[in-house]
Structures are given as C-alpha cells and as structure tokens.
C-alpha cells in the first residue's frame, strides 16, 4: 500500500501554487453536456476526481481530451450515445451525480445509479430530485437507479430549497438553464463554486443572475455553446496550506489564494495567533507555530466551510487551551478524531461538538486517511508531530490536492510517497 512519510519539526518558507477547486471544476465538466459545441476548460488540477469524471463522460459517449501539463481539458458533448452512468463510476465520486440536470435539460432522460452513503454522512439526494419533479420531470427509482424523465422538457417553476445544498443548487441550474420560461430558486446555496458554474453557463449562452445571493433567476434558453472558462482557484487547497504554515511556523505565501473566498479561514486563523496579509496575488500566512484555541462552527458559506474543520481540528490538538469545533453540515464527520487521537491529541466528542485540549505535542504513528480532508489534517499533523507519520489510504487525498508532496517539499517539509499504488475504492 502507498503511503505518505512525514518527518515532523521543519518550518515552512516559501511559496505554494494553488491549483483550479475540484468543487468548482467539476460542476464545470458537468456543465460542457449542455453545450452543442467544443468546451474548453482551463486550470484544471491534477486530480483522480477530474480523470473520474472524464470517465463518466467517456462513458456517455462524450470525448474528453485532458492535457496535464497545459492543465486543459477539451470536451465535445455535440453528440452523446447514453444518459447513463452505472454503480462502478458513481459510487467512486459522489459529484457524478451532476450530470443528472443536464442529460435531462438537454435529453428529457437520464438514468443513473444511487451514489449511496459515504465516510462523512448518508449524503441524501432529495433536494436534487424535489427540484427536478418541480421542473417537471417524473422521478422513478428502482433497482439500485434513479430514472428521470421528461419527454416533453422542462418547464420552469419556482423552487425553495429546504437546505442551500450545494450539489443540489448545481444541478438545479443546469436542469433550468434550458427548461421553458423562467424559474426562480429560493434558499440556494451562495458558495464560489455557485458563482463561477453561473458564470460558465452564462458564457455559454444561458441567462443566470443572482448566483451568490438568496435568489436565483434562470430564464431557460433552447440552446448553449462550448466555450473556452478558466476555473476559480481552490479556496480549500489554499486554506489547507495556509493552516499547515500556522502550525508549523515560518512564513509561506499562498499564490492565487483569494481573500474573499476565505474569510472565516483568515478570521479563525488570526484570532488563534497567525499574521496574514492578503495582496492581489495571494494570501501570505507568518505564524511562530505558537497557537490559541479557537471555537469552529461549520455552516453553509459563507460561514466556516465544513471542508477545514477537519484541518483546523488538527491545528486546535497543539494549541494553547480548550477549542470545541461543532459540524452542522455533515452528520458524521470526525472520522479524523480517532487518528488525530492516536497521535497523542486530546478530543472528545460530544454529539456534534468536538472539544480539543491543546497539547504541547504530536507524536509521529501510522494512521489512515478515512476522507479527503481527513487525510488532509493527519498531513498536517504529521507536518508538526515528533517523528515519523505514516498516513495510508492516500487514494483519499489524491482525489482532492493536486501535487500535495511535491508542493510541501518545495517550501521545505519532509515528505515523502513511498509503496505500491492501491487498488483505488471509495
Ligand atoms: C463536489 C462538491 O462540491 N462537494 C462539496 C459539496 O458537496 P455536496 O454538494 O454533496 O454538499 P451539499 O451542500 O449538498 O450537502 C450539505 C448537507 O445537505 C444534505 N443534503 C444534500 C442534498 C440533498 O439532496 N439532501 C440533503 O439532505 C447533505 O446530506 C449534507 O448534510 O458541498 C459540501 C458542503 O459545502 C462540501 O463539503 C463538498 O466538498
Ligand atoms: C467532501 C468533499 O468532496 P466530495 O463532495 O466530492 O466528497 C470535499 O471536497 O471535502
């Protein structure tokens, strides 16, 4: 099995890259099936979500030409053969379920299989599917699938979502932007990611405003082109390098870091004891690796990202005093507890609440990436705990941070990928 070997104690000085957001990109990959030209996407990071999902494409009979070093990906939907997309691709990348709202705004059908639960919660459907009923589709579900069918099209309506699910805002849009007259979603979800699929879709031809507000107004079109959009930087990838400098030491600078994306995650970071100045160009994090505890609540943005709780967990087990960090998004999302709890940390849980007493330090111990951000905090535990760290189960991490070794050592921690690669599962 590959695993990451992380020899604690270095500070880091210098400067990391951030890459385009997988929660931004995919989405956007989605979005080029409603297009009956050529798509081009630029900024695409370095990621098995991004090669996943190219598959489900190619399984639609779409072609995807991914380019590594120019980090483009071209894509042709102006024919697709299938609106289906079976277990073995969904259940590897819950975000495949996107597709749904543009196979039916553009084919009237499209069948995919249930994503089922996965590590951080039962992660439910509902709110996509009430929507897609609202705009007129029938819903059937059987045999493990979801089929929705709209023969006639889509027909726009006005939508209240019980919870701004992102997912759920997402594929709302899409399935509006080319449904019959106007409709209008109320409670959406306000995330950047919202923001720049709106802002895609209205490059292609659709008529979207409201992105990133309480209301969203989408006047359907009867068709949209391809075109040519560069992704919005990774405000995850950028916090999650921004939290390792805190608690490290040293001073990094986090290059495309936008400062509007991030303010809980600046807020959360100075009140703890970090020095951020934010330029044009990025975010710069001084810190002495000597930290406060803090208080988190995750909510939907633009309130502190359930994406960092994990992390900022991690960064509360070495600071000074008692931190409680509370989720509200996801029901079952401190998977890390225990591993961080392995290292030497000091959490109990209560209910939805975590409450951390700061230790004065880390001890190095192999441990297992149970999800993306989980993966991410042991990282950065391993960045600061004494010794060595063994994280495994990297197919986690790998999912979601584009050259994550190679970007750490650059500013001068101590990692290193060692192993055979695994057989890649959920
Ligand atoms: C690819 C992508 O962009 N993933 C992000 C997206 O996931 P995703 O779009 O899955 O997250 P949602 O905002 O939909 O989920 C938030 C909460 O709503 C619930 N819910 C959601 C849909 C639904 O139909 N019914 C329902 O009850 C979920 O179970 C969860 O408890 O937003 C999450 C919340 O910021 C992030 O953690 C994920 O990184
Ligand atoms: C939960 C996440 O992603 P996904 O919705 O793709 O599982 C994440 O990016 O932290």
């Known amino acids: 099995?590959?695993?990451?070997?992380?020899?604690?104690?270095?500070?880091?000085?210098?400067?990391?890259?951030?890459?385009?957001?997988?929660?931004?990109?995919?989405?956007?990959?989605?979005?080029?099936?409603?297009?009956?030209?050529?798509?081009?996407?630029?900024?695409?990071?370095?990621?098995?979500?991004?090669?996943?999902?190219?598959?489900?494409?190619?399984?639609?009979?779409v072609s995807v030409e991914y380019n590594k070093e120019e980090q483009t990906m071209l894509v042709d939907s102006t024919v697709i053969s299938s609106c289906e997309a079976p277990y073995e691709l969904v259940r590897k990348m819950r975000a495949s379920f996107l597709i749904m709202g543009p196979l039916l705004a553009r084919y009237g059908h499209s069948k995919i299989s249930l994503p089922g639960?996965?590590?951080?919660?039962?992660?439910?459907?509902?709110?996509?599917?009430?929507?897609?009923?609202a705009l007129g589709a029938k819903i059937d579900i059987g045999h493990g699938y979801i089929e929705a069918t709209a023969p006639n099209g889509l027909t726009g309506a006005r939508i209240y979502l019980d919870f701004p699910s992102v997912g759920a805002t997402e594929n709302i849009i899409m399935a509006a932007s080319m449904a019959k007259g106007q409709t209008i979603l109320e409670n959406p979800a306000h995330e950047p990611e919202i923001v720049d699929l709106a802002n895609y879709l209205n490059t292609m031809g659709a008529n979207i405003r409201g992105a990133g507000t309480n209301v969203i107004k989408i006047e359907g079109v009867p068709e949209l082109k391809g075109k040519v959009y560069e992704v919005i930087p990774d405000r995850i990838e950028a916090g999650t390098y921004m939290v390792a400098a805190a608690m490290?030491?040293?001073?990094?600078?986090?290059?495309?870091?936008?400062?509007?994306?991030?303010?809980?995650?600046?807020?959360?970071?100075?009140?703890?004891?970090?020095?951020?100045?934010e330029d044009i160009n990025g975010i710069r994090v001084k810190s002495d690796g000597k930290l406060r505890a803090i208080d988190i609540k995750t909510l939907p943005y633009p309130g502190f990202p359930t994406d960092m709780q994990a992390q900022f967990m991690a960064m509360t087990t070495i600071s000074q005093g008692t931190s409680v960090v509370s989720e509200t998004v996801f029901e079952n999302r401190f998977m890390h507890v225990d591993e961080l709890k392995r290292m030497g940390a000091n959490i109990k849980i209560d209910g939805r609440s975590a409450v951390v007493e700061g230790v004065a330090t880390l001890t190095g111990c192999p441990v297992k990436a149970t999800d993306l951000r989980a993966g991410a905090a042991l990282v950065l535990a391993g960045l600061v705990a004494e010794g060595e760290t063994e994280v495994g189960y990297l197919h986690h991490i790998d999912r979601g941070y584009d050259g994550l070794v190679e970007k750490l050592c650059g500013v001068g921690a101590d990692i290193k990928r060692v192993g055979t690669a695994e057989t890649k599962k959920k």
């Open 117 to 133: 639960g996965c590590a951080i919660g039962t992660r439910p459907i509902d709110l996509h599917l009430k929507g897609f009923e």
């Open 248 to 277: 490290a030491g040293g001073d990094l600078y986090v290059e495309n870091a936008l400062p509007e994306h991030l303010k809980p995650v600046i807020a959360k970071l100075k009140e703890a004891g970090a020095t951020i100045d």
């Open 1 to 61: 099995m590959e695993k990451l070997v992380i020899r604690g104690g270095n500070k880091l000085y210098g400067t990391i890259k951030i890459s385009g957001a997988k929660n931004a990109v995919l989405p956007l990959i989605a979005a080029t099936l409603l297009g009956t030209s050529q798509s081009t996407l630029e900024g695409i990071p370095d990621l098995e979500d991004v090669r996943t999902f190219s598959q489900v494409l190619k399984h639609l009979g």
